[in-house]
């Protein structure tokens, strides 16, 4: 069985749970009946370089933008760090825009959103973030359909998601759709988290 590599968007000033919470659920992902995990989970940042999350919390990413393997699913998180730094960085929305052409989902947790609007891939479909800054998504970005009220938006290849927790439901959500209910359920269970699909 070939695993899907996720690869997950670290910068200064990331939301911690944004990019942890995914983590954890695609890490602790199993099959039926089996101990495999589907999913290699890998982040990666611009140069590669330690990272000081939100509050301080220092993460050194496995890769960066030059050296990391082929993706399969991005999970791009949000924060402050998303929304007034890496929004102006026109080499994470370059890398972005070249991700989305090559990966089987391009998906974005809270604030996330922003970047993936700016790189234009948001335009003309449905989306979410934060409810903080759906304003700003909905004013900023007019060309996108912007959807309040969701812990995540699917539009088949680009999945958003709202503030900060859905994004473990966002990706309870397509661990479900890769693999079944069974399987979201059972390490929902397992994580002692609820959901409802």
């Not at 039926?32 to 000081?52: A, C, L, Q, R, Y």
């Not at 089987?104 to 973030?129: Q, Y």
């Not at 304003?135 to 996108?144: C, M, N, Q, V």
């Not at 390490?187 to 609820?194: G, V």
């Amino acid at each position: 069985m070939k695993k899907r590599t996720v690869g997950i968007l670290l910068f200064n000033e990331v939301e911690v749970l944004d990019f942890s919470g995914p983590f954890e659920v695609f890490s602790l992902a199993t099959l039926p009946n089996s101990n495999i995990n589907p999913f290699v989970v890998k982040t990666v940042s611009e140069d590669g370089n330690m990272i000081s999350a939100r509050n301080g919390l220092k993460v050194t990413p496995d890769y960066s933008f030059e050296n990391h393997p082929k993706f399969d699913i991005v999970i791009v998180p949000g924060g402050y760090g998303a929304e007034k730094i890496e929004i102006n960085n026109p080499k994470v929305v370059k890398w972005i825009v070249q991700q989305q052409s090559e990966v089987e989902m391009m998906t974005s947790v809270c604030t996330g959103a922003l970047l993936l609007a700016k790189s234009g891939i948001l335009d003309r479909k449905r989306a979410t973030t934060h409810w903080m800054d759906i304003d700003d998504l909905e004013k900023e970005f007019p060309l996108i359909s912007v959807q309040r009220n969701a812990k995540f938006v699917d539009e088949g290849s680009i999945i958003t998601s709202g503030g900060i927790s859905a994004g473990i439901n966002m990706s309870f959500h397509i661990i479900s759709r890769l693999y079944g209910k069974t399987v979201a359920k059972e390490l929902a269970k397992r994580m002692e988290y609820d959901i409802d699909i």
